[in-house]
Nanobody, 123 residues
Framework: QVLVVESGGGLVQAGGSLRLSCSASGFTLDDFAMGWFRQTPGKEREVISAISPNSATTYYTDLVKGRFTISRDNAKNTLYLQMNDLKSEDTAMYYC????????????????WGQGTQVTVSS
């Protein structure tokens, strides 16, 4: 049974930091490119960061570049997102995603979705 569980969200003041984790079971993380998406009410889910299976390649949307860092520990089957200098516009539900094909992942296609973890940044 595949299970994807995001954690680490919460309420933080602007300028603060959070570290999100995505724990996967039922599939082997190192077969997949992994990514973080976020969604706010009334808007489509958008990719904000992605990482290749061996961590050699990363992607960040301009909105988070220089503030967020994606990483993975394949041995622990876990994906991370370190978020620094948070802004009110980062408030969203955050999801991790997995796809064997990089371009499909960046296009928003994921083989698996978790329930998400809420990040709320107060100004």
């Amino acid at each position: 049974q595949v299970l994807v569980v995001e954690s680490g969200g919460g309420l933080v003041q602007a300028g603060g930091s959070l570290r999100l984790s995505c724990s996967a079971s039922g599939f082997t993380l190192d077969d997949f490119a992994m990514g973080w998406f976020r969604q706010t009410p009334g808007k489509e889910r958008e990719v904000i960061s992605a990482i290749s299976p061996n961590s050699a390649t990363t992607y960040y949307t301009d909105l988070v570049k220089g503030r967020f860092t994606i990483s993975r520990d394949n041995a622990k089957n876990t994906l991370y997102l370190q978020m620094n200098d948070l802004k009110s516009e980062d408030t969203a539900m955050y999801y991790c995603a997995a796809n064997r094909v990089w371009d499909k992942l960046l296009g928003g296609v994921s083989n698996y979705w978790g329930q998400g973890t809420q990040v709320t940044v107060s100004s």
